[in-house]
């Protein structure tokens, strides 16, 4: 113990004695862990908020639509093109010939939109969206002022809208834009409701930058020779795969799909969602860890290089300590210790660096990330192999000098 302690005072003296050279030496393993620490920090953050828009969507429903989920990898776009759109009728089947089923909502939706008051409009960015008035018992989505339309609004196609905060922000400013007028392709819309914040994925896109309106007013703006996404959920958890089998067997019967066919449609879950999320997690992890081992390489590179200069200049006294009675393994311990110690602290510096990235990730991204404390016992134990692994030839170099010639060293 007394060794060991000898040894790590030895090692904090040599990283005082240069702290600009250890400082430069130590950036590959800086910057290998903060990237670990960054990376497993959104993915958590990312699990943990999609855990959540689950939850408020509840566990007993599920989505019947055109197209697959996205994902990673070559999606052949042109064949899911082919397939037969869903329609009104589709979903009123649904409703009336699945005894499982509890809720129908069919949505469309249409990307790119522009909206405009008397004095400002939005980029052509906004996101419109075309519900039933039962639309939240599935989406998870809530209003903080205002209501959503009723069903007399719905069946009647009047021109009423909810905003996003993000579309209320351009239009109307530190305003409740209740009781205002907007415009869609033209067409006046009064609003009678504010969108409950939900901020941003992966801060690319705001989940905030859309508008709610009634299914028959979308399809008179935009048409019905479109393909809608139909929310279904199921009386009860018990009868959700019950309802699932009984939506899949009356659509496969709709679309005259044959027995030894696979369906030309998609039942996207729960667990269908989260599945492509594991899937992003993986890409993000591989990426990271690949950028991680690169940089604890040339970081590792570094402490080779900078002990072996360590070993050059101390050759005289490391030939005074050996003639002392100092043995190898002592000097072997000594600088093996060096090596170890200063790959460590540069992994407390990643660390800090990494955690500085994630709460600024916190404020820019608008969800919680969070690292696991796994993730910060994996950085440490990366840079302290890091240090032994590319210290241990110098080491064991200065262990075998002779201390005669060593001590006739300049």
């Known amino acids: 113990m007394r060794a060991f302690l000898d040894n790590l005072r030895l090692a904090l003296g040599t990283f005082l004695g240069n702290p600009l050279r250890s400082l430069l030496t130590l950036l590959g393993i800086v910057i290998g862990v903060a990237t670990v620490i960054t990376m497993m920090g959104l993915i ?141 392709k033209g067409r006046p819309f009064r609003v009678i409701g504010l969108l409950q914040k939900r901020g941003s994925m992966l801060g690319m896109f705001s989940l905030d930058n859309q508008v709610m309106i009634p299914l028959s007013v979308f399809h008179q703006l935009y048409g019905k020779k479109r393909s809608l996404d139909i929310s279904v959920q199921a009386k009860s958890p018990e ?89 190898k393994r002592r000097i072997l311990g000594q600088f093996a210790t060096e090596a170890v110690l200063l790959s460590l602290m540069g992994g407390a510096l990643g660390l800090g660096l990494g955690f500085g990235l994630v709460f600024l990730g916190n404020w820019m991204m608008g969800f919680p990330m969070q690292v696991p404390p796994w993730a910060v016992g994996l950085a440490l134990f990366m840079s302290c192999g890091v240090g032994l692994l590319f210290g241990i030839y110098p080491a064991a170099r200065a262990a075998k000098l002779d201390p005669v010639e060593a001590m006739r060293a300049d």
């Open 239 to 327: 009868l959700f795969s019950k309802a699932q089998d009984e939506v899949a067997s009356l659509m496969r019967r709709r679309r005259d799909v044959p027995a030894n066919m696979p369906n030309d449609f998609e039942l996207h879950t729960n667990e269908s969602v989260t599945a492509s999320f594991n899937q992003l997690s993986q890409v993000i992890t591989i990426a990271g860890v690949g950028v991680c081992l690169l940089s604890l390489v040339v970081g590792g590179i570094g402490i080779l290089n900078i002990m072996l200069v360590s070993v050059m200049e101390r050759t005289r006294e490391i030939g005074v300590r050996k003639a002392l009675g100092a043995r």
């Open 44 to 184: 958590e953050g990312l699990r943990i908020k999609v855990n959540n828009d689950l939850g408020r969507m509840g566990a007993h429903t599920f989505q019947v639509t055109k197209w697959p989920a996205g994902g990673f990898g070559r999606i052949n776009w042109a064949k899911f093109a082919k397939r037969k759109d869903f329609e009104m009728p589709d979903s009123r089947a649904i409703e009336e010939s699945c005894p499982s089923v509890g809720t129908v909502v069919p949505t469309d939706d249409e990307g790119g939109q522009k909206l405009s008051t008397a004095s400002s409009e939005t980029r052509p960015s906004v996101r419109v969206f075309g519900t039933p008035a039962n639309y939240p018992l599935v989406s998870g989505v809530s209003v903080q002022a205002g209501r959503y339309f009723n069903e007399v609004e719905a069946l009647d196609g009047r021109y009423v809208v909810l905003l996003g905060t993000d579309v209320s922000d351009a239009l109307f400013p530190g305003m409740n834009p209740v009781g205002h007028e907007v415009r869609i």
